[in-house]
């Protein structure tokens, strides 16, 4: 029995050992999933595993963080932190979607913590991320989409301070869920069947849409920075909290779709 059981032990150790080299093999290993443990938290939706590999989680898009100047659009110092009480000394359970990496070899992936919920969840709850749907990774799309509704309903992060600053209606692409400002040479190309119209930004993203990154509809970033409040962080995570504001010129990318048309 107690031979058995050492058996069973040793067994079970090696199956976890070979995921673990399975996972350095860039998800070739044909495993829908494994474990890993994460070596560094890059920002809000991007850590580096434990053998190396950059892994992105899927459907969410969290601010965007310098890390040569130490500025990050609202929240996303915010959203590194949050990341990181969610990964720190976990064993991290990774699923995959039908595309396992981006064109960067980035790893695409929903993450799961110890107690088995989905970051990539939470962090749109928390209000930490928007939607960034793909069309070829929708495996939870309805369950992220519910949790960014529920965000947005109450408030929370980024959608604190939205304000309607653009002026609709938008062009959505039902497939690839974008949405455009009604000049978008992408936006014009979009099949008649899969076009949809959305009257302001606030519905599309309600509805799970991500704005165009060609004509830059309102984005969701820009609004807190928009009010002057844009974090100048020193990027070291204990240090996550704002320093001071400054006033952005990030603004001017919302002027921008207007004055484009
Ligand atoms: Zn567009």
């Not at 494994?34 to 938290?41: D, L, M, N």
């Not at 495996?139 to 609709?168: D, N, P, V």
């Not at 020193?234 to 004055?259: E, H, M, W, Y």
């Amino acid at each position: 029995m107690k031979a058995l059981l050492s058996q069973t032990i040793k067994a079970g150790l090696t199956a976890v050992l070979l995921l673990f080299i399975l996972s350095a093999g860039i998800g070739e290993s044909g495993a829908a999933q494994y474990f890993t443990r994460v070596k560094q938290v890059i920002d809000g939706d991007t850590i580096r595993l434990y053998n190396g590999r950059l892994a992105r989680y899927i459907g969410i898009n969290t601010p965007e963080i310098d890390h040569r100047t130490g500025v990050a659009e609202a929240y996303g110092f915010e959203a590194m932190s949050y990341n990181r009480e969610q990964v720190k000394g976990n064993k991290l359970h990774l699923e995959f979607d039908r595309q396992r990496a981006d064109r960067y070899h980035r790893l695409l992936v929903y993450a799961f913590n110890s107690e088995g919920r989905m970051i990539n969840e939470l962090l749109l709850s928390k209000g930490l991320a928007h939607l960034f749907s793909h069309r070829l990774n929708t495996m939870y799309f309805q369950r992220l989409l519910k949790a960014q509704k529920r965000a947005m309903e109450t408030k929370q992060g980024i959608w604190k301070f939205w304000s309607e600053t653009g002026k609709g209606p938008y062009i959505g692409n039902l497939v690839s869920k974008r949405f455009h400002l009604q000049t978008c040479p992408v936006g014009r190309k979009i099949a008649p069947a899969n076009r949809c119209v959305l009257p302001s930004a606030w519905e599309a993203y309600f509805m799970g849409f991500s704005a165009c990154r060609v004509c830059q509809p309102p984005h969701i970033f820009y609004h807190k920075a928009s009010q002057g409040v844009f974090y100048n962080n020193d990027i070291r995570p204990k240090k996550a909290s704002p320093k001071r504001l400054i006033n952005l010129t990030i603004q001017g990318a919302v002027t921008k779709c207007r004055t484009e048309k």
